[in-house]
């Protein structure tokens, strides 16, 4: 099991990007795929997007036209981006990781990052 | 689109209970369906996978089942840990969801 360290802005106004990023430990990049899941104050978990080693990526639809999702392999990280940021999109964001022989299930999580999106 | 739908939303029980959460899937996953506990301000961790696989170091009270649209996850004689909220989780079609979560308070 690898470990999943993220880090980004906390405090965003509306109409700016967030932008996060996820350091893997103890493992490569190869053989996962690496996705961005969020859950709003209180509530349940919503899927962002995924990417996996070779840099393919999908995203949720209704979030398609806002996001982004992006790997680094040579510092073994990977992150997100997600534009035009309204208080909607108030969550703590999580980065975690699927080994490509999990049947989808994911296996690692980060720890969280609150993001608030407020003027 | 697959929605889940777990019941109940709540449950409070007593410690040694046995305790049933189910998931129903808007239509068929097969076996595409896990499991996963997350406690106060913790991230969420995987129980079990692929409907009814155990995990490596997810206590043995724990157990899954269900296949198609309906799946169950029990908790054998609970435990005051087991203190959290429970999610089920598909990835058989896209995009991959999650059921809106079961608190279990323990009284």
């Known amino acids: 099991q690898v470990q999943l360290q993220q880090w980004g802005a906390g405090l965003l106004k509306p109409s700016e990007t967030l932008s996060l990023t996820c350091a893997v430990y103890?493992?490569?990049?190869?053989?996962?795929?690496w996705s961005w899941i969020r859950q709003p104050p209180g509530k349940g978990l919503e899927w962002i997007g995924e990417?996996?080693?070779?840099?393919?990526?999908s995203y949720q639809p209704s979030l398609k036209s806002r996001v982004s999702v992006s790997l680094d392999t040579a510092r073994n990280q990977f992150s997100l981006k997600l534009n035009s940021v309204t208080a909607a999109d108030t969550a703590v964001y999580y980065c975690?990781?699927?080994?490509?022989?999990?049947?989808?299930?994911?296996?690692?999580w980060g720890q969280g990052t609150l993001v608030i999106v407020s003027s | 689109e697959v929605v889940l739908t777990q019941s109940p939303d709540f449950q409070s029980v007593t410690p040694k209970e046995k305790v049933t959460i189910t998931c129903r899937a808007s239509q068929s996953i097969g076996s595409s369906l896990h499991w996963y506990q997350q406690k106060p301000h913790q991230s969420p961790e995987l129980l079990i996978k692929s409907a009814s696989q155990s995990i490596s170091g997810v206590p043995s009270r724990f157990s899954g089942s269900g296949s198609g649209t309906a799946f169950t996850l029990t908790i054998n004689s609970l435990e005051r840990e087991d203190a959290a909220t429970y999610f089920c989780h598909h990835s058989g079609t896209f995009p991959p969801a999650f059921g809106h979560g079961t608190r279990l308070e323990i009284k």
């Open positions: 975690a990781g699927s080994r490509y022989d999990s049947s989808g299930s994911i296996d690692s």
């Open positions: 103890g493992d490569s990049l190869s053989g996962y795929y």
């Open positions: 990417i996996n080693h070779r840099g393919s990526t």
